[in-house]
Structures are given as C-alpha cells and as structure tokens.
C-alpha cells in the first residue's frame, strides 16, 4: 500500500461543474496536507494546504480534512478549462519529510 | 524575486555515463529538495538539505546518486553511472524554512537515458 493513495482518473467535469478530488494517507501522525496543481509539462505549485480538520475555502477551491479517516480531499467549483491539469496530494509528517501522492488527472470540457 | 533555477532542462546521455544537474534556489531559502519524477507518478524525494546538511537522504540510491551543497546555497546532483531506469524529470524545490508550507518548484531537468 503506498502512503499517499488518490484515484488516477482521469476526471472529467463539464465547465461550471464541480470537481470532487479525493487522497488517503496511511500515516496517522501526519500532521500538514498540501494541494499541488500540476500543468502539462509543468512543475507542481500549491494551491491549498489544509492543518486542522475541517474544511478550508480559498476562492472556488476547498480543501476538506479527517484525520480520523486520514482523508483529505479537494473541491474545485465552477470549473474551467484552465483548471484542468493533475493534482498531487502531499502529505508532511512531523519529521518534515513530504510524500507526495501520484495525482489526480483533471480535465475540464467546454 | 526569482524562482528556483534548474539547469540543464533537458538532458540525453547514453547508458553508463555520468551526468550531474545544478539548481539554485529561491534567495534566502535555507531547504533545498530534489525529487525525481516519472511519467505518470508523483514527485518521490531523494534528499533534503537544511543549509548545508543533508537530513534525509534516505531515499538517495548512493551507490550511483550523489549530492552536495556547498555553502548552503545551490546544489548539485550526480549520477554516475546513468542507467536507462534513470530516464525521468529532476525536480528541484525550495523553502525558507524547515517548516514552511509550501515548496517553490523549480522548471526541472529532463534526463533520457539511451
């Protein structure tokens, strides 16, 4: 079982439709929860990073939290073309190391 | 400000030779990453530097890979011999801070190994 698990997709969404991405983890002392976006050819940047359970909105994205079912998960509302790309889920254990998941693919239609 | 700084960005070498990629990171960001990523997966970590200090390197194959990072400022890794599973992108990441949420991606180095 890897430490980080997300469904590999690939997503699609119709534009203005809401984006469900979903992440595991297996460590249970894992304490910060990161959302990377990841263009095409790309670098990965963050868009979200969720600490407490709960959730945490941030314009059309929503990053949701329970550690007690160590999931975490990412809402993209109103979803367009410039969204789509892959979304990593990391995840940072106190030592300071992050392991990243292998991502969600995304893709958004018109 | 400048981001983190990868060279080269592409790279072809043929089996079992050397190869080395240089990044420079983010001024004044103390925490320099390099993970390797293949098609399809995410980022995996192959060593992390606080300054000048390797902290984990844990997932570094040293029987091939090495690392440095003189001065506490830019780094360098090094494959010596490559071998064709090597053929993958080289990430580069940055932070100020061991605990500093987010990590400054550099553009990355691709490798292809014939």
């Known amino acids: 079982q890897k430490e980080v698990e997300q469904n590999s997709g690939p997503l699609s969404v119709p534009e203005g439709a809401i984006a469900s991405l979903n992440c595991t983890y297996s460590?249970?002392?894992?304490?910060?929860f990161f959302w990377y976006r990841q263009y095409s050819g790309k670098s990965p940047e963050l868009i979200m990073s969720?600490?407490?359970?709960g959730d945490k909105e941030d314009g059309r994205f929503t990053a949701q939290l329970n550690k007690a079912s160590q999931y975490v998960s990412l809402l993209i509302r109103d979803s367009q073309p410039s969204d789509s790309a892959t979304y990593l889920c990391?995840?940072?254990?106190?030592?300071?190391?992050?392991?990243f998941g292998d991502g969600t693919t995304l893709t958004v239609k018109p | 400000e400048a981001g983190v700084v990868q060279s080269p960005r592409y790279k072809i070498i043929e089996k079992k030779q050397p190869v080395a990629f240089w990044c420079n990171p983010i001024?004044?960001?103390?925490?320099l990453y390099w993970y390797l990523q293949n098609l399809g997966q995410g980022p995996e970590l192959l060593i992390r530097?606080?300054?000048?200090?390797?902290?984990?390197d844990s997932q570094l194959p040293k029987d091939r890979f090495s690392a440095e990072r003189l001065k506490g400022v830019d780094s360098t890794l090094k494959i010596q011999p490559a071998e064709l599973g090597d053929s993958a992108v080289y990430l580069c990441?940055?932070?100020?801070?061991?605990?500093?949420?987010?990590?400054?991606f550099g553009p990355g180095t691709r490798l292809t190994v014939l």
């Open positions: 530097y606080e300054n000048e200090e390797a902290v984990d």
């Open positions: 969720i600490y407490s359970n």
């Open positions: 990441a940055s932070s100020p801070t061991p605990g500093y949420n987010e990590q400054f």
């Open positions: 990391a995840v940072r254990s106190n030592a300071g190391k992050s392991t």
């Open positions: 001024s004044g960001h103390n925490t």
């Open positions: 460590d249970r002392v894992s304490q910060s």
